[in-house]
C-alpha cells in the first residue's frame, strides 16, 4: 500500500500546486500562450486542449492557465505547419538546437521541456502540426501537453 501511494506521488503528484512537496516539477505555474499560424485549426483543437488540461488538473493538481501575453508565459504551444517546426524552435533558448531541430523536422509533433539546475521545469515549447489530420492532431495536443507536465518527458533540455 505504501509503495502504491509513493508511486502515485512520483508519477502524478505536486507537479505544482497543493500537493506533497516531494516532487516539484514546474518551477511555477504553468502558463500557456497559444500561438498558431492558422487560426481555424487552433480553434478547432481548444476543446482537446481544455480536456487535456482537465485531464492533468485531475491527475496532479496542477493548475495551467492560459494567457494572451506572450511575457507572461512559461509554456508555448504553437499549431504550425511541420516545415517550419525548426525556425520555431530557434526563436526559444534551448541547449543543443541542432538536435532538436533534426527532431522536430522528422515528428508530428514534438516538445521540449526545460528545466533549471534543480531540476524543475522553467518552461516548455510544444509544436503540433497544423497540416495534420484531426484525429492525430488530437492526439499530439494529449501527448504534448502530458509530456511539457513533466509526467512523460522524452525530450529535456
Not at 502504491?4 to 516532487?23: C, E, N, R, T
Not at 498558431?36 to 492533468?56: P, Y
Request: aromatic share 8%; glycine share 6%.
Amino acid at each position: 500500500e505504501r509503495i502504491v501511494a509513493q508511486f502515485k506521488v512520483s508519477a502524478f503528484g505536486s507537479d505544482y500546486g497543493d500537493g506533497p512537496d516531494l516532487i516539484r516539477k514546474w518551477a511555477t505555474r504553468p502558463t500557456i500562450h497559444l500561438i498558431t499560424d492558422r487560426d481555424d485549426i487552433a480553434s478547432q483543437s481548444l476543446l482537446d486542449i481544455d480536456q487535456a488540461v482537465d485531464l492533468i488538473r485531475e491527475l496532479t493538481g496542477t493548475q495551467i492557465v492560459f494567457t494572451a501575453d506572450t511575457k507572461a508565459a512559461n509554456f508555448a504551444l504553437i499549431f504550425i505547419d511541420r516545415r517550419r517546426y525548426g525556425e520555431m524552435l530557434s526563436n526559444f533558448p534551448i541547449k543543443e538546437i541542432d538536435k532538436h531541430r533534426r527532431q522536430a523536422n522528422d515528428s508530428e509533433c514534438y516538445t521540449v521541456v526545460l528545466r533549471a539546475t534543480d531540476g524543475t521545469i522553467n518552461s516548455a515549447v510544444s509544436l503540433i502540426g497544423t497540416d495534420l489530420v484531426a484525429f492525430t492532431r488530437k492526439q499530439c495536443v494529449y501527448e504534448e501537453l502530458i509530456q511539457a507536465a513533466g509526467l512523460l518527458a522524452d525530450n529535456c533540455a
